[in-house]
């Protein structure tokens, strides 16, 4: 039994609009309920190749000193971390690990996204306009570090110092 041609097409046209509908609900899932999770994802491909192919903003503890800085290599970008000790508050950005610490909360931040500017992050993505990468600056004051980092001397445990009027992280060790 051969079927008409208007029976064809009217299959057609039912299997197009099932295949738009679920992919349309894939892309309204994707970006409306799932969004704000995969943008701050530490492996976000997106975020993880601002990585390589532009510097990332600076981190710096309260003195103004710097504690994080990307310089350019033959390959990209590649983070630098200058006080080793503070390695569980600023975290790292690496193209083969992700980021985390600092680095992945403010990942948006540090690369010239703000997050709490919707146009400057389409215009980013779309028309490839990208603002100067944003910096941050830590409460670490760097004697304060120093102690606690001596006061561990290789010991096995922690020490956290907060400002007591802003709640800040002052200083943070362990071993």
Same mark, same amino acid.
């Given at each position: 039994m051969t079927r008409s041609i208007a029976a064809n097409i009217r299959g057609l046209t039912l299997a197009i609009a099932l295949a738009f509908l679920v992919t349309s609900v894939g892309v309204g899932y994707w970006t409306l309920v799932a969004g704000d999770e995969l943008a701050t994802d530490p492996y976000n491909? @997106?975020?993880?190749a601002a990585i390589r192919d532009r510097p990332r903003g600076l981190i710096k503890d309260a003195s103004g000193a710097t504690l994080a800085e990307s310089v350019q290599t033959q390959d990209g970008y590649k983070r630098v971390y200058r006080? !080793?000790?503070l390695a569980h508050v600023t975290g790292y950005a690496s193209f083969q690990f992700g980021a985390s610490g600092i680095e992945a909360a403010y990942a948006e931040s540090l690369i010239g996204q703000d997050p709490g500017d919707p146009l400057s992050q389409w215009r980013? @993505?779309?028309?490839?306009?990208r603002a100067p990468p944003g910096s941050i600056v830590l409460g670490i004051d760097p004697k304060l570090q !120093?102690?606690?980092v001596d006061a561990l001397a290789g010991r096995r445990g922690a020490i956290t110092a907060n400002d007591s009027i802003t709640a800040a992280i002052a200083g943070s060790a362990s071993e």
């Amino acid at each position: 039994m051969t079927r008409s041609i208007a029976a064809n097409i009217r299959g057609l046209t039912l299997a197009i609009a099932l295949a738009f509908l679920v992919t349309s609900v894939g892309v309204g899932y994707w970006t409306l309920v799932a969004g704000d999770e995969l943008a701050t994802d530490p492996y976000n491909p @997106r975020l993880v190749a601002a990585i390589r192919d532009r510097p990332r903003g600076l981190i710096k503890d309260a003195s103004g000193a710097t504690l994080a800085e990307s310089v350019q290599t033959q390959d990209g970008y590649k983070r630098v971390y200058r006080d !080793k000790t503070l390695a569980h508050v600023t975290g790292y950005a690496s193209f083969q690990f992700g980021a985390s610490g600092i680095e992945a909360a403010y990942a948006e931040s540090l690369i010239g996204q703000d997050p709490g500017d919707p146009l400057s992050q389409w215009r980013a @993505r779309y028309l490839r306009e990208r603002a100067p990468p944003g910096s941050i600056v830590l409460g670490i004051d760097p004697k304060l570090q !120093k102690a606690a980092v001596d006061a561990l001397a290789g010991r096995r445990g922690a020490i956290t110092a907060n400002d007591s009027i802003t709640a800040a992280i002052a200083g943070s060790a362990s071993e």
